[in-house]
Structures are given as structure tokens and as C-alpha cells.
């Protein structure tokens, strides 16, 4: 008796996938020759499915389908040329009833395919376009895979979505994951590459999309009238292609009766996979499908373009890093110091588990790192394997075994060497990659074990490929040599030209002092003679010394304040408070200062060139200007262009009769050239006789808040601390009523991106109904039209158990609310701050209530 052959990891990469002679049952194929007039092979099902009446067997195609349908299938034809884009004909009459059609052509013939059409299902072209409209400013990776699975999840109603990204070996790791919330999480899990073998993933970059309706796998047998090639026919560029049967177990192994994947291109190559799985059968209209891939598409796009401006920005960090240093090293007279003070900041620069400096023999590190008596030895092996380059590797312990014996702490490792002398180095560690990952679900979960044998659940996979992997890091990539071998390039430029760089600086640094003391000269006097007009200014009569005196402290206070304001500017501040200390010391009963404006925040740059600015107006102001007499007048206006830049508007009255200086001195120059040269703003400045008036232009990108910039006002969020707040937030529970999916999903990006991570959605009142037996929430959102009815049933439901609730409308009042409901409306399209706002008042007056 011979024995069944046995199943293991090497059955699947010489498993013929690609022409399994069957198909899916959820549709039916029909193969003619390259015309599309004789019928060359069939699915077995295609009669019945069709309702054809005719023998399918050697009949020519429209004495099959009928000669209507036979003419738009054969137009579809002559516009297929590439096969991985099928042409497409939607809602096909045959006395079946309607169905949708996708046609493409190959060296064997013409394939037609024919799936039931479903009447309601969402237009493909508007589906995509409100899908793509929701990532495309997305700027992050990260952020895009994240709501890219929650708007899979919204559209298409599988009970798990998932982002499974590749690595360079084959095996892969689920990065994102929106699920049911009764499921186990796959986030973070790692698979090894025979889960997805080699012939599977060159598929996927043909057919872009697969479907597998039923994982029990019902398989239709292809059938050949003879006059068929005898090679067995090829469904590469079949979406009704039958699924391996070790697959269909795989799949059963972990309980998923149906999958859809969606294929993630980036340059040409297989990137990662949308991996959606349901737990019972589940067939996917082709419009619904279409949809699909057209958002993959645009995904693999975008994804594209992310990475390439991720790795640019890489690339910018790590010059603005080696920027720092080269600037700190040309101040230094000790560079072995200097290298040992800028290990945090190489760290930053390299992804890397340790980083360590091997100089002069003696050894400096951070992070996880080899024991201190073994970095000799690798140091040793660096040397006479790099021949003066850098050097790295991702298993340490295959070029020193000894190695193996901390691959938990420092398994691959990145040296690069400070001069073409093999001695000193800069090391980046990696530990062993198995150490890092942690299990997102329960490990002791169980799953079954099917007919074909001992076959590999996620359990498994994950211990067959942690023993792939062992004593083995995370690759140093293309992106991290070239980053290296920058900072290569500048850690030798600093050891060898240090002197000279230095004595450029020092030549540099006497300059800017000379400049420095020549403003700081200038500013003591401006300040000395402000102080000199304070204590000259005469004793009004009826005030006597002490209240005069009290008088003068209280100025000179208030210029040392506008002094500090000056000198100070590290982080920025704001020009309110600014202008305020510049001014207090000349305000008083026989002067007038007058300042209105938004409040707006300068960045360090602005709010130091402004601070001399406005501080030289303010001196002039007192010395020569409507501040230096009784019954001056100030007016300061400062408010949003147009544009977005920032104009402050300086008007002087009531002083003496003003006359343009005969020469420009270092004040004047500061006054009219700081601004247009520092910042690329503009000054202008009017001696007018009855009055200086001048205008300062910042732009925008030095300048936040002001006028229409959103400010928090609500009294709820004013009571609380935002760590209070995100706590209340994370840990309520939210019914959300919504009967459009993509709304409902915007709104539960929204809510997560404020911290509130568990929301129960409805597209019904039934479906809310059905909910509400099982849970009570803690805070509810109704849309109050839900299409046939509305949420009203709800609401009474909730005020009966003192549920609070939010109504949402796009109508422009509140009439479509009865007036027994107090509860408030927030506006559709939802705003995340009206939104969140409105969540926390209510929970606020709920707990008042109790």
C-alpha cells in the first residue's frame, strides 16, 4: 500500500496554481479561439448558470449566448490587449437572468467570464473616486495603511481587513488591521514566506485582485470539446481561477470561509497585499471588485510616492543631522570628544537597536550593544574584511561564531570606519529579529488540523519561521549604505580638515563678535538714554519725590522686561506680549499707547528680528518721537493679510514736528533692512510731519494663530487638562448610527484620531436595536435621516436609559429635531472639533447629573 505523499512547505512552491482546470462555483467560463467565434472549452456549470438551452459543446458563441450578447462580448474583445485589464460589460441579458462580464485574450484563446449582476451594488467609478478623495492628502505611511484598511473594511464588509507588507526575503508582517471586535488581532504577526510561495506572488503582480468566495472550495471542472490546444489551459488573468486545495485548508485552518486581496505594487515589484478575510462564504459583485482595484491601484501609487518622499526625507534628516555636527565639530578643539558627545545623534540618523564608537582603543556605546571584551574582536573582523569601506551585515555569528552567544543583544551589525587606517569605527547594532516581535492576539489559541495533514496554522507559521530566522536581523537596506556612507564621508572630512575648518570658523566667529558688540554698544546707549529721559523728566506739580520716584522704578522695571524679551526669542513668543513690554515704560496719565490685534505667536527668527525692530521704534518713539512730549499719541494694529503674512501698522501723533534724518545711522538700517533681509518681509517707514507712521510686513511662514485661527473656547475643554480629556475619551464606549458607510467610516477616524478607539457602528435603527440588546453605550452619534426612517426610535430608546446622545443633519437648523429632545446637533459634514466638543459636553452634563 503506498502512502500518501506527504504535505509540507515544499508542496506549495511546486503546486501548479496557475492552471488548476476548474474554476470558482459563484460564476461560469467560456474559452473561444482568439476571435471569439468557436467555443473551444467550458466550465461544466456554464448551461445551467447561463440558462443556455443550446449544446455549449462545439457550437459556435452565439449559438451559445445568443447573437446580442456574442456581438457586445466580441466589441469587448477588440478592445482587450492586455490581459491583467479585462475588458468589461456590465448587466449582460441571457436566459439566465443579468450578469457582468470581463473578457481578455491570451496566446490560448479568448476568456470570458460571467458572474450574476447585482442590481444595487455601488457604481464602481464613484465608489473608488469617494474612496481615493479620503487618502490622496494623506503625507504618511503609516497613516495611509492605517485608514486604508478601516475604508476596505467600510466598503466592502469583510470581518477582517488587513495590510500584510513583504520583506525582502519573502516573508511578510501585517502592519495595519481594522476587524470585527470579536476577533483575535493579527497586527505586528509575522509569516514566513512559504505562506505565500513564489509562484503566488508572481500571480499577484498579474492579477492584481483574487477572490475566493468559499474556502470549501467547490471546484467547477473545465471542460475541453477536443478542439483545444493540449496544454492545459492557463488562468493566470482569471479572476474565476479555482484556489489550491492547500490553500482552502490553510485558509479553514484559521477559520476564514472567504478572502479577497487586493495586490500593493511599488516599482514593479510585489510590496504587500490587502489581505481581507470573512467568516462565511462571501461573494464580491464585480462592480464591487472593480472598485476595489482601482483603489489598489491608486494605493500602490500614493504608497509609491510616500516612500520615495520618506526616503528623501531620510535623507534631508540625515544631512540636517551631519549638518549639526559638522557645525559642532568646526567649534571644537576636541574631536574624540565630540565624536562620544554626537552618538545620540548618529543614533538618530541610523535605525538601529545600539550604537558604539570604537576609538584611540577605548570604547563608548548606547543602546543594546555586544559585551564590552567582544568589541576587539569585531572591530578585528571589520578590519580585514572591509579593506578601509564599510562594512555590515545582518547575521554577525556566520563570520564569528562566537557571535551566537549575545544575537539577542547585537546580531547584524553596520561598521564604518573613521579613516582608511583599519582601527577606529563607527558601529550601529541590530538585534536578532525574533527577539523584537511580540504576539497581538491570544498564543495559546488552537486551530484545527485539516485532512492533508499537519498543515501550517498562523501559530505554526510563526514557529517555522522564527527558526528560519534565527540568529538573523533586520537588513541593512540601500537607503541605510548610502546613509552611511555619508556620514562616512563627513567623519572623515572633520578628522582629516578639522584645523582648517576650525580656523575658518574662528575667522567667521570674530566677525559676527565685532558685529555683535558694535549692536550691543549701540543698544546700552539707546537704553542709557532712555533712562536718562526717564529720571530728567520733570515732577509734575502736586506729586511729591516719593510717588515720583516710585513713578521712575516702576519704568525702569518694565524697560529691563523689555529688555529680557529681547535677549530672549530661543522658542519664539508672542507679538502682543511684546509689543506690551517694549511700551509699558512710556505709557502714562499725558501719553497714549493704543495696540489691537489678534494673538499671534512669531517663530524664534521672526520674534528676534522683530524684538530689535520694534524695540529701536520704541526708543526712537521716547527720544524723538510722540512719546518724548505730553500728549503723544501711539497707535500699533497688527493683523492677517490677505496672503497670510502678518502687517503691523505703527502710527505716531501729537509729537513733535517730525523731519527725515540726515544720515542713516545703525538704528535706521536695523529699522528698514532686518526685516526684508532676515525674513524676506518687507519695511517702509513715513516721516510725516505730523507723525512717523511705518509698516512691517512678516510672512506667514514665521507666524501662527490670529485672526480665523481656531482656538480653544468651550467651557468643557477648558475644565479639564488634555490628559483628562484623552483618558475620558479612551475609555468610553460610542454607538454610531450612520447609514452611509464611508461617513461612518471618516467618523471613526476621526473619533480615533481624538483618542476614542471603541465605536459600535448601525447602519439602522433594526441594526442599532440589535446592538443596544447586547451593550449599553456610554455616549451615542444619530444621524438623524437614516434613508427610510429616522434615528428618533433610537433616541427614546437611550434617553429611557439615560444614554447621552448627539443628533447629526446636514439640514440648517434644528427643526428636524422634536423639541422633547434636548440633546445637541452638530452639523454634517462632521468637524472633528464641533464633534469631540459635543461628545464631551454631553458626558459633562450626564455627570452632573449623577
Not at 527 to 536: C, F, Q
Request: glycine share 8%.
Amino acid at each position: 500500500m503506498n502512502e500518501a505523499p506527504k504535505v509540507d512547505l515544499t508542496n506549495c512552491d511546486r503546486e501548479p496554481i496557475h492552471i488548476p482546470g476548474s474554476i470558482q462555483a459563484h460564476g461560469a467560463l467560456i474559452v473561444c479561439d482568439g476571435t471569439g467565434g468557436d467555443v473551444l472549452a467550458y466550465s461544466a456549470n456554464t448551461a445551467d448558470m447561463l440558462g443556455i438551452l443550446a449544446p455549449v459543446e462545439g457550437s459556435r458563441l452565439e449559438d451559445a449566448v445568443g447573437p446580442d450578447v456574442a456581438h457586445t462580448l466580441r466589441n469587448a474583445l477588440a478592445t482587450s490587449d492586455d490581459p491583467s485589464r479585462p475588458a468589461l460589460r456590465m448587466g449582460l441579458e441571457l436566459p439566465g437572468g443579468l450578469f457582468d462580464a470581463a473578457v481578455h485574450r491570451t496566446p490560448q484563446g479568448a476568456f470570458m467570464e460571467f458572474e450574476p449582476h447585482a442590481k444595487h451594488s455601488d457604481q464602481p467609478l464613484e465608489t473608488a473616486r469617494m474612496l481615493i478623495s479620503r487618502v490622496r492628502s494623506i503625507g504618511g505611511i503609516d497613516e495611509l495603511v492605517d485608514k486604508s484598511v478601516r475604508l476596505i473594511f467600510a466598503m466592502l464588509a469583510y470581518d477582517r481587513v488587513m495590510i500584510y507588507r513583504f520583506e525582502h526575503d519573502g516573508s511578510g508582517k501585517v502592519v495595519s488591521e481594522h476587524k470585527r471586535r470579536d476577533l483575535e488581532s493579527f497586527k505586528g504577526q509575522y509569516f514566513p514566506a512559504s505562506d505565500i510561495p513564489k509562484q503566488a506572488r508572481i500571480l499577484y503582480l498579474k492579477n492584481t485582485i483574487r477572490i475566493i468566495s468559499d474556502a470549501q472550495d467547490e471546484r467547477i471542472p473545465i471542460v475541453s470539446n477536443g478542439r483545444a490546444s493540449d496544454e492545459p489551459l492557463d488562468l493566470s488573468f482569471a479572476h474565476l481561477r479555482s484556489v489550491s486545495p492547500i490553500h482552502c485548508e490553510y485558509l479553514r485552518n484559521m477559520g476564514v470561509a472567504a478572502s479577497m486581496s487586493i495586490s500593493i505594487v511599488v516599482d514593479g515589484e510585489l510590496w504587500g497585499l490587502v489581505a481581507c478575510h470573512h467568516y462565511s462564504p462571501k461573494s464580491l459583485a464585480m462592480q464591487q471588485r472593480v472598485a476595489a482595484e482601482m483603489f489598489g491601484e491608486f494605493l500602490s501609487l500614493h504608497l509609491s510616492a510616500l516612500k520615495q518622499k520618506q526616503i528623501l526625507d531620510t535623507a534631508n534628516r540625515a544631512r540636517r543631522s551631519l549638518d549639526r555636527f559638522l557645525q559642532a565639530a568646526s567649534q571644537s578643539a576636541d574631536i574624540t570628544q565630540l565624536l562620544r558627545d554626537s552618538l545620540p545623534e548618529f543614533a538618530h540618523i541610523m535605525p538601529s537597536d545600539g550604537v558604539g564608537l570604537w576609538l584611540e582603543g577605548g570604547w563608548t556605546s548606547m543602546g543594546s550593544v555586544p559585551p564590552l571584551p567582544d568589541i576587539a574582536k569585531i572591530a578585528e573582523l571589520v578590519g580585514t574584511a572591509s579593506g578601509g569601506r564599510i562594512w555590515g551585515t545582518d547575521q554577525l555569528a556566520l563570520h564569528l561564531p562566537e557571535a551566537a552567544s549575545y544575537a539577542s543583544a547585537a546580531c547584524g551589525v553596520l561598521a564604518i570606519p573613521l579613516s582608511q587606517r583599519p582601527k577606529d569605527y563607527l558601529f550601529f547594532f541590530r538585534k536578532e529579529l525574533v527577539q523584537t516581535l511580540n504576539w497581538a492576539g491570544n498564543p495559546e489559541k488552537s486551530y484545527e488540523i485539516g485532512p492533508l495533514g499537519d498543515r501550517l496554522t498562523p501559530r505554526k507559521s510563526f514557529a517555522i519561521w522564527k527558526e528560519t530566522v534565527h540568529l538573523k536581523a533586520q537588513r541593512w537596506t540601500e537607503e541605510e549604505w548610502e546613509i552611511a556612507e555619508a556620514i562616512r564621508a563627513v567623519l572623515v572630512e572633520v578628522v582629516l580638515h578639522h584645523n582648517e575648518l576650525l580656523a575658518d570658523e574662528r575667522g567667521k566667529a570674530d566677525v559676527r563678535q565685532r558685529m555683535l558688540n558694535e549692536e550691543l554698544n549701540h543698544r546700552v546707549k539707546n537704553i542709557l538714554a532712555v533712562i536718562k529721559a526717564l529720571v530728567g523728566h520733570p515732577v509734575r506739580e502736586g506729586r511729591d519725590i516719593g510717588e515720583y520716584v516710585s513713578t521712575l522704578k516702576g519704568r525702569i522695571q518694565a524697560l529691563s522686561f523689555a529688555h529680557d524679551q529681547v535677549v530672549r526669542g530661543a522658542d519664539g513668543g508672542s507679538l502682543k506680549e511684546l509689543l506690551e513690554a517694549e511700551l509699558k515704560p512710556y505709557s502714562g496719565e499725558h501719553r497714549t499707547i493704543l495696540m489691537k490685534g489678534g494673538e499671534f505667536w512669531l517663530d524664534s527668527r521672526a520674534f528676534s528680528v522683530m524684538a530689535l525692530v520694534l524695540h529701536e521704534m520704541s526708543t526712537n518713539a521716547a527720544k524723538y518721537g510722540s512719546l518724548s512730549e505730553i500728549g503723544g499719541r501711539l497707535d500699533v494694529n497688527w493683523k492677517r493679510t490677505e496672503a497670510g503674512d502678518l502687517e503691523i501698522s505703527w502710527r505716531e501723533s501729537g509729537g513733535p514736528l517730525v523731519r527725515k534724518p540726515s544720515r542713516a545711522g545703525f538704528g535706521t538700517v536695523l529699522i528698514e533692512r532686518s526685516i526684508p533681509y532676515e525674513l524676506s518681509g518687507d519695511s517702509s517707514v513715513e516721516y510725516l510731519e505730523g507723525g512717523l507712521n511705518a509698516r512691517f510686513l512678516v510672512p506667514a511662514k514665521h507666524v501662527q494663530g490670529g485672526e480665523g485661527a481656531e482656538t480653544v473656547s468651550d467651557a468643557d475643554l477648558n475644565s479639564a487638562s488634555t490628559r483628562e480629556i484623552n483618558d475620558t475619551l479612551q475609555e468610553i464606549e460610542v454607538l454610531l448610527v450612520e447609514d452611509q458607510m464611508l461617513v461612518a467610516a471618516d467618523v471613526e477616524i476621526m473619533l480615533a484620531e481624538n483618542g476614542v478607539h471603541n465605536v459600535t457602528t448601525a447602519p439602522s435603527v433594526d441594526e442599532a436595536m440589535k446592538r443596544l440588546k447586547n451593550f449599553t453605550p456610554d455616549v451615542a452619534i444619530l444621524d438623524v435621516n437614516l434613508g427610510t426612517g429616522t434615528s428618533l426610535p433610537i433616541a427614546e430608546e437611550l434617553e429611557r436609559r439615560g444614554v447621552p446622545f448627539i443628533f447629526a443633519t446636514g439640514y440648517s437648523d434644528r427643526s428636524v429635531v422634536p423639541a422633547s429632545f434636548s440633546a445637541p446637533v452638530v452639523r454634517k459634514p462632521y468637524e472633528a472639533t464641533a464633534l469631540v466638543g459635543a461628545v464631551l459636553r454631553v458626558l459633562a452634563a450626564r455627570d452632573n447629573v449623577h
